[in-house]
């Protein structure tokens, strides 16, 4: 057997393997291992810490600004604003990343959890459009909605769906400078509902869509609008549906030829 190189001088994984027998060779693997899954798990429970205690501050930062940019300590000059509303946005995409690695620790530690009931996905699916709407059609958007009038009753966790279907649709009006955001919600085969967002933005590479829904991914497409992100949430869409009987996936034609992601959840019969 080879020796093990090696990788840093100061490690105890530094074993020369030709020196122990077979047994030893097993005995120290395990121990290896051990030592590993305890310091991921260090890992996670750091995050977990770390983003538990960033959350509190953020949320009082954006209060007093909200406060301000209202009016309530007084009138607020027309130069400060822009500034006070630039605070204000970069708070909340802040929020967004720590949550996403709140999420992310919870996923991985398995301590995510999920209030599952029957609800109207019609209803939810309208409700998140009219949530973000305005913000689509202000940036010039052709917003395009064909959502199913009929109840379209799933068994599922209501927030973490929103979150999913939310999060679908904050990327696609992130990644598409022109054009238009389809948005459809119908039944599929009488045992399925189907939603989806078919945009016209930077769309997605062949050799890219194996790694879409993988940990960390930030596509080179993305990346090349300088829009900032964790690479995570997808990731966490993906295993959010996973956990509740559902999928996702996504299709595009290409770069520059716009996207389509599909969610697909059980009807309740």
Request: neutral net charge.
């Amino acid at each position: 057997m080879n020796n093990l190189k090696p990788f840093n001088q100061n490690t105890d994984f530094c074993v020369d393997l030709n020196s122990l027998n077979p047994r030893e060779e097993l005995l120290r693997a395990q121990k290896i291992i051990e030592k590993l899954k305890k310091t991921n798990e260090q890992k996670d429970e750091f995050v977990s810490l770390a983003t538990h205690q960033i959350r509190s501050p953020l949320g009082a930062i954006r209060g007093y600004i909200s406060l301000i940019i209202e009016g309530d300590y007084g009138v607020v000059s027309e130069e400060l604003y822009e500034p006070l509303n630039i605070i204000l946005k970069s708070v909340d995409t802040l929020g967004k990343t720590v949550n996403d690695f709140l999420d992310l620790s919870r996923i991985d530690q398995g301590e995510m959890r999920y209030y599952k009931k029957d609800f109207d996905l019609t209803q939810l699916a309208n409700e998140v459009v009219n949530e973000m709407k305005k913000g689509i059609i202000d940036t010039g958007l052709d917003l395009k909605i064909n959502i199913s009038t009929e109840p379209l009753i799933v068994h599922g966790d209501k927030t973490k769906l929103k979150h999913v279907l939310l999060n679908l649709l904050d990327n696609a009006s992130k990644y598409t400078k022109t054009g238009f955001i389809k948005i459809n919600l119908h039944r599929k085969n009488n045992d399925k509902v189907v939603f989806s967002i078919k945009d016209s933005g930077v769309g997605i590479k062949p050799k890219t869509m194996p790694l879409l829904f993988q940990k960390f991914s930030r596509c080179a497409e993305a990346s090349q609008t300088n829009i900032l992100g964790t690479g995570l949430g997808l990731y966490i869409a993906k295993k959010m549906l996973e956990a509740q009987n559902g999928r996702i996936w996504a299709e595009s034609e290409g770069e520059n030829k716009g996207s389509q992601f599909y969610v697909e959840l059980d009807l309740v019969k």
